[in-house]
């Protein structure tokens, strides 16, 4: 979501709208993807990581910005980039369904400045927001669906400063969970799927449907480093070890092993609850639009996705098909050709590509 977001706060002359580097900021790294066009497919033309400093950026938040700076002038210097498309943390996010009564498409943006206050806790005139029309008026149907993405500009402002600071021009801001839609759901697809984002410190929930996210959500409790301390503290081993463990055993192979099993079994017991919750909010909730809102499916990413074991885990205890996914669907959607990064990497850069993804698709 927040497709133009950026363009429509800060817009840019023509000249400057031309190939971005995909750049997506979390607590402990900088991702960065470049794509080039490859016929009609796209090619990886390079890609990395640059870590963070603990204490840089906390849950989405920059709390030291001259080290931040710093991290970006490192990756202009060593790329030579200067165009980037960046992501804005989910977290401070806030995805909003609004239904109005049908009005001129000019009055819509102030119309829904009004009624933010009621669905979001921070003052209309503190956030930034853009909107996708979902539904537009029909002879049996009055109104307009619409859903809002909303920012807090403070937070915005944080990053765009320390984006130019470093030398960096940014063409785009997007939330994250759009960022990696564009990268995971095929274009072809339009029935609801739920993406969980299963990274190192957190997990993000949102659903896409039709392209579009249409509700998120953030759990802090839940994340891959929950897995390796608690192997770690239940068979005393050094983090290196039980981090090895997970990414070598995970839940296929600990049954062989009762004090392995016991020491992921309640964090990722914790993880399908969290699922299930979503979901079940979702079916209840989930009625913007036309068409069968029902979940397909849900998609596995982030890099603690490829666990041994969980895609099984999670498809037998909820009852609905469970899958990794397939960051290079509008990329290389042929599969003509051996991706550059390893499938197991490949869903830490998933943000990085949609951002960079991007640039090909400006007016998605």
């Keep these: 979501m927040v497709n133009s977001l950026f363009h429509k706060l800060f817009p840019l002359p023509r000249y400057l709208e031309r190939r971005a580097t995909g750049i997506d900021i979390s607590d402990r790294s900088i991702k960065y993807c470049d794509l080039t066009p490859d016929g009609k497919q796209f090619k990886l033309e390079r890609f990395g990581e640059i870590p963070l400093p603990v204490g840089v950026v906390e849950s989405g938040q920059v709390k030291n910005r001259p080290a931040l700076v710093e991290a970006l002038a490192k990756l202009r210097s060593q790329l030579g980039v200067v165009y980037v498309a960046m992501a804005l943390p989910e977290e401070p996010a806030f995805v909003v369904k609004l239904t109005l009564p049908a009005m001129p498409r000019a009055n819509l943006r102030s119309s829904i400045e009004l009624q933010l206050e009621e669905h979001v806790p921070l003052p209309a005139d503190s956030l930034a927001f853009d909107y996708d029309i979902v539904r537009c008026p029909t002879p049996t149907r009055n109104d307009y669906d619409l859903i809002v993405s909303v920012f807090p500009k403070a937070i915005m402002t944080d990053y765009l400063e320390a984006t130019i600071a470093a030398g960096l021009v940014p063409t785009s801001f997007e939330i994250e969970a759009q960022a990696i839609a564009r990268a995971l759901i095929p274009r072809e697809e339009v029935r609801p799927s739920l993406v969980v984002d299963f990274g190192k410190t957190r997990t993000g929930f949102f659903v896409v449907s039709e392209g579009k996210v249409m509700a998120t959500s953030t759990v802090a409790s839940v994340g891959g480093e929950m ?138």
């Design 227 to 364: 897995v390796t301390a608690t192997i770690q503290k239940n068979l005393g081993l050094s983090y290196e070890a039980a981090e090895s463990l997970k990414i070598e055993r995970g839940i296929l192979q600990s049954r062989s092993n009762s004090l392995l099993l016991f020491a992921l079994i309640p964090i990722i017991s914790v993880l399908r609850d969290e699922i299930n919750k979503f979901a079940s909010y979702w079916d209840t909730h989930g009625e913007v639009g036309s068409g069968d809102k029902r979940l397909n499916k849900i998609i596995l990413c982030g890099g603690q996705s490829t666990l041994p074991g969980l895609v099984e885990y999670l498809s037998s205890s909820l009852g609905i098909k469970v899958e990794l996914g397939n960051v290079w669907a509008n990329i290389t959607p042929k599969q003509t050709k051996v991706p550059p990064i390893k499938f197991n990497d490949s869903f830490k850069y998933v943000a990085s590509l949609g951002l960079a993804l991007k640039s090909f698709d400006h007016h998605d």
